[in-house]
């Protein structure tokens, strides 16, 4: 498995208790059969699949690299498993560059290693914050945001501004139970 995780090449299959481990892919259920299959069409297609008419949106990977740093630098704050997709969110503390990232929630398509969107809390050395989003095309500025942002505002945020970018993941649930969670930070 650590070969196979090394090697950044897409890996299929049902994510079980962590990231290491998996489903069987035969469950003895059959229902169970049906629905690992479904799981592991779109995991395939999202990863795929040309983009076609039939298919018009394919997430890829974003062009900001900055996130590798940021993966061996820092521990996720928390791990969201929705769906085909596993989100991580950072807390981070670097002061190093024109554009800054203070909190990120990276997404990846599950069985992959690199990250098909970052939605960011970004500050500058001339002292203004905005909201960003690293996507396949670059980065997109999304608006001013306020001096006082925390943890848990930055991810009420990207939770309810995910599915702008990614139309098949659904984070109304988390969303709405956000204000009764409080994040443990591990770094």
């Known amino acids: 498995m650590r070969l196979v995780i090394e090697s950044g090449k897409p890996i299929l299959g049902k994510c079980g208790k962590d990231k290491y481990s998996y489903h069987h892919p035969r469950p003895k259920i059959f229902s169970k059969q049906l629905e690992y299959i479904d799981d592991i069409k779109k995991q395939y297609d999202m990863i795929f699949q040309p983009v076609t008419s039939e298919n018009p949106v394919h997430p890829k990977s974003i062009i900001d690299t900055s996130w590798l740093q940021h993966v061996k630098k820092y521990k996720p704050i928390e791990e969201i498993n929705i769906g085909?997709?596993?989100?991580?969110?950072?807390?981070?503390?670097?002061?190093?560059?024109?554009i800054?990232?203070?909190?990120?929630?990276?997404?990846?398509?599950?069985?992959?290693?690199?990250?098909?969107?970052?939605?960011?809390?970004?500050?500058?050395?001339?002292?203004?914050?905005?909201?960003?989003?690293?996507?396949?095309?670059?980065?997109?500025?999304?608006?001013?945001?306020?001096?006082?942002?925390?943890?848990?505002?930055?991810?009420k945020w990207a939770l309810k501004n995910i599915s702008s970018f990614i139309k098949d993941i659904n984070t109304k649930i988390l969303y709405e139970k956000i204000d009764k969670y409080i994040p443990v930070n591990y770094t």
């Open 84 to 98: 085909s997709y596993k989100l991580l969110l950072f807390d981070i503390d670097e002061q190093e560059y024109i």
């Open 100 to 155: 800054n990232y203070r909190y990120r929630l990276l997404c990846f398509i599950q069985g992959t290693e690199i990250p098909i969107l970052a939605l960011n809390y970004e500050w500058t050395m001339q002292d203004t914050c905005c909201w960003g989003a690293s996507v396949e095309e670059g980065h997109i500025n999304l608006g001013d945001a306020p001096h006082t942002v925390n943890l848990l505002d930055f991810r």
